[in-house]
């Protein structure tokens, strides 16, 4: 009898500590807990964190996240405004304010993943096709430095007044969506355009144009480079033909003054006295044979050349 007492208490104590452990439960600081029976909630949201109890194998507590969430949004193909193709991929931060408007309308984080798809994805697209693209891209209307090359060629858009702005564009996005966040139990904390590029088709059309804008450039810093060195070559040509016609002007008029003074100094030669005017006379006359003949030439001399008598004086026949 005693064994049976013994096995039935053992019996109750291993029921009382599975009931108890289906009755308790404990509440951490990042969690919000809603109790259902038979899959509805009773009661108010448990958000203080310790140790609760409920019903046990009747209730159960449903756990949420009070955490900052992330819900990242899939690229859409958008056209703007101005009839502009782009891939838009958005992202946004949100948390549960209302775990029990949360649980009625949807359940779990899945169902408001799904829920937040259609809203924000579908205010980005309403918002990005009301504006033109470069409102989408610029934030500010701040003066944007560009080359002088790029303004003459008239491809700067230093001249578009922006009206809105990337910033003022996703406060509008917010703006639309929280009230029909806000009846999802959510808050809509922050969204953002992650990333707008332009569709493969135009990407590709768009980097044709700025490979030809950049050819046009080197063209055109080519020419001006050609021109520059033509000028150089050009300046340096009449820079040597006048110092060359300065330098032959210089080396003229020393020669000049060099064949002066020694045309004064054979004339004072010459005027000394007869012996020296008969010397000067006789190189003179070798000078002019110097000049006149080769080694191949032959020279006849008559008895009366003042050459010859000059060498016969000399001997003295």
């Keep these: 009898m005693s064994k049976i007492i013994t096995i039935s208490v053992v019996i109750l104590i291993f029921l009382g500590i599975i009931v108890l452990f ?21 009661g108010d949201p448990i958000i203080e964190p310790g ?35 782009i891939w838009v991929d958005t ?4 948390r549960i304010v209302d775990p029990l408007l949360f649980f009625q309308r949807l359940r779990d984080e899945r169902g408001a993943q799904t829920r937040l798809d259609d809203i924000l994805d579908g205010e980005t697209r309403n918002a990005v096709a009301n504006h ?10 701040r003066k944007i430095e560009v080359s002088d090359i790029l303004e003459d060629m008239g491809d700067s858009e230093t001249g578009i007044t922006i009206e809105h702005g ?24 922050d969204l953002r355009l992650k990333r707008i590029n332009y569709v493969d088709e135009v990407q590709e059309k768009i980097f044709e144009r ?42 003229e008029e020393i020669r000049g003054k060099a064949d002066a003074e020694a045309t004064n100094i ?9 012996a020296s005017r008969d010397f000067y006379r006789f190189i003179k ?19 009366e050349g003042d050459f010859f008598k000059f060498l016969q004086k000399q001997t003295g026949r």
């Design 22 to 42: 289906d009755a308790a439960y404990i509440v951490n600081e990042k969690e919000q807990v809603i109790i259902t029976q038979f899959g509805k909630p009773v």
């Design 51 to 85: 140790i609760q109890f409920k019903f046990p194998f009747l209730q159960k507590a449903n756990f949420f996240d009070k955490r900052f969430l992330e819900w990242d949004g899939d690229p859409n193909q958008i056209p703007t405004k101005d009839k502009r193709f």
């Design 91 to 94: 992202y946004a931060r949100w």
């Design 132 to 141: 033109d693209l470069v409102e989408i891209i610029r934030s500010t209307n």
């Design 166 to 189: 990337r910033d003022k564009i996703t406060r509008l996005i917010i703006e639309a969506a929280t009230p029909r966040i806000a009846e999802l139990g959510i808050e809509l904390l």
């Design 210 to 251: 700025m490979i030809a804008e950049r050819k046009r450039i080197a063209d055109k810093f080519r020419s001006e480079g050609q021109g520059e060195a033509s000028k150089i070559i050009g300046d340096r040509a009449r820079d040597l033909n006048e110092i060359e016609s300065e330098a032959y002007r210089t080396a």
């Design 266 to 274: 054979y004339a004072r030669a010459y005027d000394q006295n007869q």
């Design 285 to 303: 006359t070798m000078e002019t044979y110097q000049n006149t003949l080769s080694e191949k030439d032959w020279l006849i001399l008559t008895t």
